[in-house]
């Protein structure tokens, strides 16, 4: 997920940078982009969570 936070802002930078390139569709892709960031750190900060808390409900079965 981390991955694609990274993907995504790349393309967002492209985006901004290049936006004559893609003529009325830029502001849309910018917002897409900008969704997705949103959408994947809202994941990977929910995937940690669940990380850390089997890694604390492992820790105390042993």
């Given at each position: 997920?981390?991955?694609?936070?990274?993907?995504?802002?790349?393309?967002?930078?492209?985006?901004?940078?290049?936006s004559y390139l893609y003529g009325k569709r830029a502001q849309d892709l910018e917002a897409h982009c900008r969704g997705l960031i949103r959408y994947y750190e809202q994941a990977v900060e929910a995937n940690l969570s669940m990380a850390d808390s089997h890694r604390k409900i492992a820790a105390e079965a042993k």
């Open positions: 997920m981390q991955l694609k936070v990274k993907e995504h802002k790349d393309l967002l930078k492209h985006y901004e940078a290049k």
